[in-house]
């Protein structure tokens, strides 16, 4: 929410900037049309722009022209546009807040009430007092012909000639001002009011009052006010001097009426004062009515007009076609994004005793969850979707004290769901606050080891039954994780392939990555850097070339098993007493990728986002 309401108050803030532009470009057209400008400046801070994506996200635009999407969805449109976004994500990568700060929100908002209803106060004591103005008038009895349907009063506490009423505009004159301006001078000045009536300027300055209560602490609200006044007296001064020819004589009615009533009018009233008099009276006698726009001109507010409207409406289509391929943050195919508040209905957490015993299971298959005799720290990892070498920061009891987790989602609560509720149950029992950083870090590159680009031995192509038995399954499971269907048939379920030998091959589109001991059927290779990126602790990045699925098997040795350290025994409790033994006599992984798969390692250096822990608690218990 407030990083919507942020980036609300950047996209007028620039939009404003833009408008001061044109009206800088259009400073010797016609006043009317910076008017104009300067009101669409006023009302897209009433407007946000995410409003005009939503209704663009019901536009049925399946696929966008890849330059459009391209540029729309761009990491620099973007950022221009929503420079805010990154401090609410959705519960998959976002940084949280700290609940130190929860009081700045509220904080903030009672300040901002303060001053809109000292705003309020004052405009509504305004309004009264008009009112009662207009309830104490009486009708004019006109010494001068008006050509007009509007109503015209007169009172004798009106300061000066102006406009009332938002719907019904009445022009308020002061009592006896027929006595001390001349026939013509009266006659230009109500030419000056029936303008304002006929504009409707009380009701666009009755918006832009609006605009000034609910933004008041932002400077360029007051500017925009200030702007408008000037505009629209302007556009009235150059309306009568176009009709009447007489600007000498509109000239000293002005003067004389100013003379008489110096008190500044208020904005909601229109009236024949108001803005820099000196250089009204300067441009009406030099009778300067502006000029017309030229058709680049015309073109170029054109552009900007449709830019403004189109941009959002298109931005929002294709946000829209991507969330329903499943490709937008936060999306799921075939559905709406995720709630980012979305949490489990109920959840016991508590502390497992004996942390030197057998490791429990993970089994996330919504609504049910259950996390059992686990460190807390895979859970961490894998609510946050980063690897450990890219969570800096937690605390050494996450990977040595264990807990038991049991929860319920709400009732069809999709599987892609499962991250949202994860982090959540981690800032609401663990007190989990975090924010992303990117640093420059040492990765490694994957490319090919031999300069023809052939692979090893070891790595052949999937067969194609293989590949489309995959396809199907890679259905089942898109679908399961949008909430239609079931799970996907896992090896030793009904329906599913046999549970696997740990020494035999294993079956289609599945596989062993044990460290060590590698054997994988229909996988591709980006699926196989992630795992390798945990072996060797920092990001590995694919540059193969390789696309498609592979067949592969890879044998090596760790580093710690080849010097003789503990990770042997650590290995043998986790891979189970049937799982190959890991020959310490092998290469090393590095060695094993280049000899068995023909692939190879490049060290080198790049920027990796990392989430920074700021905090994480142990957990309030059942």
């Known amino acids: 929410m407030m990083a919507d309401f942020f980036n609300h108050l950047w996209q007028s803030t620039m939009f404003a900037a833009v408008v001061a532009l044109l009206c800088v470009t259009c400073r010797h057209n016609r006043a009317q049309l910076r008017y104009g400008l300067w009101f669409a400046a ?57 609940s130190d700060a929860d009081w700045i929100v509220p904080s903030l908002f009672a300040l901002w009430l303060c001053g809109f209803a000292a705003i309020a106060i004052k405009r509504v004591s305004a309004w009264r007092r008009i ?148 250089s009204r009276i300067d441009a009406i006698l030099a009778n300067r009515t502006g000029l017309r726009l030229t058709v680049s001109r015309r073109l170029l507010l054109a552009v900007a007009a449709a830019l403004s409207l189109v941009v959002p409406l298109v931005t929002g289509a294709i946000e829209a076609a991507a969330i329903a ?105 663990f007190r989990l606050a975090t924010h992303l950083e990117t640093r420059e870090l040492p990765i490694f590159n994957l490319v090919m080891a031999r300069a023809d680009g052939r692979p090893g031995p070891n790595l052949k192509v999937t067969p194609a039954d293989c590949q489309a038995t995959v396809a199907e399954r890679d259905a089942v499971t898109q679908a399961f994780a949008a909430g239609r269907g079931a799970p996907p048939p896992l090896p030793g379920m009904p329906g599913g392939p046999p549970l696997p030998d740990l020494n035999s091959p294993p079956p289609c589109g599945f596989g062993r990555m044990l460290t060590g001991d590698v054997a994988v059927s229909g996988r591709t290779i980006a699926q196989f850097v992630t795992t390798v990126s945990q072996w060797m602790g920092r990001p590995v990045i694919d540059k193969t070339g390789l696309t498609g699925l592979y067949d592969f098997t890879l044998k090596f040795a760790p580093e710690d098993v080849r010097d003789g350290g503990p990770l042997g025994a650590t290995l043998t409790l986790l891979r189970g007493p049937q799982a190959p033994r890991v020959d310490s006599d092998a290469p090393s992984l590095s060695a094993a990728l280049q000899e068995q798969l023909g692939l190879k390692l490049e060290a080198s250096r790049g920027p990796v986002e990392v989430v920074v822990i700021d905090r994480l608690e142990k957990p309030t218990l059942d």
């Open 325 to 429: 391929a499943g490709q937008g943050p936060g999306a799921r195919a075939g559905g709406p994004p995720i709630d980012p508040q979305l949490r489990f209905e109920v959840a016991s957490v508590k502390p497992v005793a004996d942390a030197s015993g057998p490791l429990g299971r993970f089994l996330p298959i919504l609504p049910r969850f259950e996390y059992s005799q686990l460190p807390i720290g895979w859970l961490l990892r894998s609510a946050l979707e980063k690897p450990d070498y890219q969570v800096i920061g937690a605390p050494g009891w996450v990977d040595t004290e264990r807990y038991t987790i049991m929860a319920k989602a709400p009732d069809g609560t999709p599987q892609a769901a499962l991250t949202t509720l994860m982090l959540n149950l981690l800032k609401d029992r």
């Open 131 to 278: 009112r009662a103005v207009v309830r104490n008038s009486t009708p004019w009895n006109a010494t001068t012909t008006v050509a007009s349907d509007i109503e015209i009063r007169t009172a004798p506490t009106v300061l000066e000639p102006g406009v009332v009423g938002l719907w019904k505009p009445v022009i308020l004159l002061p009592a006896g001002i027929d006595t001390y301006l001349t026939e013509r001078q009266l006659a230009t000045v109500l030419a000056h009011e029936v303008c304002h009536a006929r504009r409707r300027d009380s009701l666009t300055a009755a918006v832009h009052m609006l605009v000034e209560a609910l933004f008041w602490f932002h400077p360029m609200v007051w500017w925009i006010g200030a702007r408008l006044v000037t505009e629209r007296e302007q556009a009235c001064d150059e309306h009568v001097v176009a009709e009447t020819a007489e600007p000498v004589a509109y000239a000293e009615g002005i003067v004389t009426i100013c003379r008489r009533y110096l008190e500044t009018p208020l904005m909601s009233v229109a009236g024949v004062g108001g803005a820099d008099v000196k």
């Open 42 to 98: 006023s009302v897209k801070f009433l407007v946000p722009f995410a409003a005009l994506t939503a209704a663009g996200g019901f536009l049925e635009w399946r696929q966008a022209p890849a330059p459009v999407a391209s540029v729309m969805t761009s990491p620099v449109i973007r950022e221009l546009n929503e420079p805010f976004a990154d401090i609410s994500q959705g519960a998959s990568a976002s940084p949280v807040t700290s």
